[in-house]
């Protein structure tokens, strides 16, 4: 049992010694205080001399850069605002441009249009003269025709019927001089 007592017995010296440690870390004694604070006022100083104008330098640096950034970002705002505007008022000039063509096409359209449509009345008005005169020449010459034949069928008959009547010779006399007789008449006149 005194091995067991002598073990507990160190195991809270053990302790004690653990708790003095940290109580010696978080409690510093006056010396160490002393050389800390020398310390710390040395290395302020030389910081402040030496450390705090590069520092300082490398902020208003990278204050001079972010406000130089922001100004190019403001500018490269307006330039985009100013180039959306440019391009919103092309297109709207782009779009009128092509209302005014597709007008034009229209009208050039319905030009072409009347312009074929004239020119087809025209053709038909030629081509219904040229089927009329056609017409007309080919009526023409179905009457001279017509008249020929009767012409020819009117001798035909004269034909037969003189020959019946001047069967004889006396008759064949008579009828030549009667038509002498005609014609010395129309000659007198």
Not at 19 to 31: A, C, K, N, R
Not at 71 to 94: C, D, F, H, T, W
Request: proline share 1%; charged share 35%.
């Amino acid at each position: 049992m005194q091995s067991g007592g002598l073990k507990a017995f160190s195991g809270c010296k053990l302790l004690n010694l653990l708790i003095g440690l940290i109580m010696s870390l978080l409690v510093p004694d006056t010396g160490l205080l002393f050389w800390m604070l020398l310390s710390f006022g040395i290395v302020f100083v030389v910081v402040a001399k030496y450390g705090f104008p590069i520092i300082i330098q490398m902020v208003e640096k990278r204050k001079a850069y972010i406000d130089q950034s922001m100004e190019v970002a403001r500018e490269a705002n307006a330039k985009l605002a100013k180039i959306k505007e440019e391009s919103e008022a092309l297109i709207s000039a782009a779009n009128k441009e092509q209302g005014r063509i597709l007008r034009e096409a229209m009208q050039e359209r319905d030009k072409i249009i009347a312009e074929a449509r004239r020119q087809a009345e025209v053709a038909a008005q030629k081509e219904l003269d040229d089927v009329k005169r056609q017409i007309q020449q080919e009526k023409e010459e179905a009457i001279r025709d017509i008249r020929r034949q009767v012409a020819v069928l009117s001798v035909d008959i004269a034909e037969k019927v003189i020959r019946k009547n001047l069967d004889e010779e006396h008759e064949q006399m008579e009828m030549i001089d009667r038509m002498l007789d005609e014609m010395l008449a129309k000659k007198e006149n």
